[in-house]
């Protein structure tokens, strides 16, 4: 089977889209699948073409270690703000039609074509080139589309992840949201998504979402927990120094809204719990969590992002790992890819989150939660953790992760509805 995937972010890039997309990819290549890829010269974060880029220049077309064949369009350079990256989206997107028509005409034409969103013009990139080359498109949402754009009045600054919340916020400063979200845009794209032969999402309540619109068929296929082995065991989570370590691991972004937590280890620490919090990522919020952190005195320490080698050690010096989003009605169908990370690493899950989030928590036995953006209600958790350290000793995330996102599971599942929507 020959398949065309478009998206708007692959390796060496670093992140939650690139690493599900590069086990994907190895994964399909070796069970005998062809594999071209439309994505932009590698220039997420910074926006700006990544060290050692030089080789994946626009109009460049190169194997890489997946054995997927790359073929890069151009990108926007930006330096900060969304409409930067929103109008990056659409840029490289814009290439990706002009190359997948270009360049997959005749005998080069894939079986199917596959958009992986965000970035959101992808959507309607995907169904342009499967249009004009006359192939069935699959569409993966990895976010709640449209449903974040409900969310955009909210908040006041820029979002964080150069995704669905970028857009939401774009469409929020064109005055798009106040007056035209629910009359024109979710429409639109709801239509959208319905044009194509399939829709994959990574949780089973957006899937749901979808279906109740009419979008005619909807797979989940989750994201996987990356295996992380810290080499500690629980008897290690029982130290002397008797401080709790808590890590944030992740963006520091709106859609996360860490300085509840900030405020969390403030109160914990005034009300007598030995508390760390380290923080180790970037984002936009990143300073505005640093100066709370700063003004407030609180026990939080921030350290810049790290390579994946380096994970493992954070996991290993880490009581329990916190994972947030914002009481956003989207967030309630969203399961942040960090969370399965930490089930993975066998790390205890500080869980600040609602809906499928926390059921899976719940589920799991791998953690706590407490409601979103409740800062005293965090306080008081690390405080009984702190207390009662018998409570960081969990198993079941890998049996949850095991049963419910196992690996080759989820490439059974995509390769299952790859095939049947190139069949016709």
């Not at 929103?86 to 958009?115: C, E, H, K, W, Y």
């Not at 629980?234 to 002397?240: G, I, V």
Request: net charge positive.
């Amino acid at each position: 089977m020959r398949i065309l995937l478009l998206t708007h972010y692959w390796a060496p890039e670093v992140g939650a889209p690139q690493r599900r997309w590069n086990r994907l990819a190895e994964a399909l290549i070796s069970r005998g699948h062809e594999l071209a890829v439309l994505a932009p010269a590698p220039h997420y974060p910074g926006g700006r073409l990544l060290p050692g880029g030089a080789a994946h220049v626009a109009g460049s077309i190169r194997r890489d270690v997946t054995g997927a064949m790359v073929h890069r369009t151009i990108f926007r350079p930006y330096s900060s703000g969304v409409c930067g990256r929103g109008t990056d989206q659409m840029v490289a997107a814009a290439d990706s039609v002009r190359l997948g028509v270009a360049r997959f005409r005749g005998g080069n034409r894939p079986d199917v074509i596959l958009g992986s969103v965000p970035g959101l013009p992808t959507l309607p990139a995907a169904l342009a080139v499967g249009r004009v080359l006359h192939r069935p498109v699959v569409v993966e949402l990895r976010d709640a589309w449209p449903d974040l754009l409900l969310s955009a009045a909210q908040w006041s600054e820029p979002a964080a992840c150069p995704s669905a919340l970028a857009w939401a916020h774009r469409a929020r400063r064109l005055h798009i949201v106040d007056h035209g979200t629910r009359s024109l845009l979710p429409p639109l794209i709801t239509r959208l998504e319905r044009e194509a032969a399939a829709v994959v999402t990574t949780t089973d309540s957006f899937a749901q979402v979808l279906r109740s619109r009419g979008v005619r068929r909807v797979v989940t296929v989750r994201n996987t927990g990356a295996a992380v082995q810290t080499g500690r065991t629980d008897a290690d989570r029982r130290r002397s120094d008797d401080i709790l370590h808590v890590l944030y691991l992740g963006t520091v972004g709106r859609a996360q809204g860490l300085s509840f937590a900030v405020r969390a280890a403030h109160i914990a620490q005034r009300n007598g719990t030995p508390v760390v919090l380290r923080i180790v990522g970037d984002g936009a919020q990143l300073q505005e969590v640093a100066a709370l952190a700063h003004r407030l005195a609180a026990p939080v320490e921030i350290l810049p992002p790290v390579p994946w080698s380096e994970v493992a050690e954070h996991y290993a010096w880490a009581d329990t790992a916190l994972v947030s989003l914002q009481d956003w009605p989207a967030m309630s169908v969203t399961v942040p890819s960090k969370l399965y990370e930490i089930m993975s690493a066998g790390v205890h899950v500080c869980a600040s989150v609602d809906g499928e989030a926390r059921r899976i928590v719940e589920d799991a036995g791998c953690g706590d939660v407490t409601a979103p953006q409740d800062s005293q209600a965090l306080a008081s958790l690390w405080s009984a953790l702190a207390a009662d350290r018998s409570r960081l000793d969990v198993t079941g995330g890998r049996r949850w992760l095991a049963d419910h996102a196992d690996a080759e599971a989820m490439t059974d599942r995509y390769e299952s509805l790859l095939r049947q929507v190139a069949g016709g």
